[in-house]
């Protein structure tokens, strides 16, 4: 019965390093997103999953970063070649139903990204 | 595009005052709209939703409802405790496919016994 997972919790890169950031979404939910928090502010929309297939990846700031979702369970978010303005808090979210119906999203802890 | 405003804070109280944050937003379409709480040290949990206009979301004394003459969701409790102490955020939601979450800068409060 647990809720959304994420790890590292922290992760403190030097700039120019790749860091890859896990999510472990609530078992059997289909959909999963991953959005940025920069500090003080409201959480931003990266990309979005429904099972494996990545249906929206508008939010990516850059082609630095890439996310995949293999199996249609747990998903990974990569940032190559990490900047300054990388560092932020990356929450992941899943929901169990698909597009279309507005259901809750369930958020992770989030992983906290420090790039020095 | 989407976007939600709401009011700045930190808001300071004391225990049992009326809360009220203010939210506003813009949107295409009939957006559902939600507001999520963050506890120090816990991730966001969602407070409470509301998916069509004039309709009361409610949970944990905190009540919001959707106006959408003047595009609000506005956020009250009647008399807030040391527990209420959290970062509010206010969402929206988008009806049609991916229901990506567009939030605002979040409000925080800090209620003093």
């Known amino acids: 019965g647990a809720g959304v997972s994420q790890s590292p919790r922290y992760k403190v890169a030097k700039r120019g390093q790749d860091v890859a950031l896990r999510c472990d979404p609530i078992s059997g939910h289909v959909s999963l997103f991953w959005y940025q928090q920069a500090l003080g502010q409201g959480p931003e929309f990266l990309t979005y999953f429904q099972n494996e297939a990545q249906l929206d990846k508008s939010g990516l700031p850059s082609d630095r970063f890439f996310a995949e979702r293999p199996e249609g369970s747990v998903s990974t978010l990569k940032i190559q070649r990490t900047q300054q303005e990388d560092s932020a808090v990356y929450l992941c979210?899943?929901?169990?139903?698909?597009?279309?119906?507005?259901?809750?999203?369930?958020f992770g802890p989030g992983t906290r990204l420090t790039v020095l | 595009g989407d976007s939600v405003t709401q009011m700045e804070g930190p808001v300071t109280l004391s225990e049992e005052a009326f809360l009220t944050i203010n939210c506003t937003y813009t949107?295409?379409?009939?957006?559902?709209l939600f507001w999520y709480v963050q506890y120090p040290g816990e991730g966001l949990q969602l407070l409470l939703k509301?998916?069509?206009?004039?309709d009361k979301g409610s949970n944990k004394g905190f009540e919001a409802t959707y106006r959408k003459e003047t595009t609000s969701f506005h956020l009250e409790k009647g008399s807030v405790q040391v527990s209420d102490s959290a970062v509010y955020f206010c969402a929206l939601g988008p009806k049609a496919a991916g229901n990506k979450l567009t939030f605002g800068g979040g409000t925080r409060v800090l209620v003093k016994p």
């Open positions: 979210a899943s929901s169990s139903r698909g597009t279309g119906v507005v259901n809750e999203q369930f």
């Open positions: 949107a295409t379409g009939y957006p559902s």
């Open positions: 509301a998916t069509k206009a004039d």
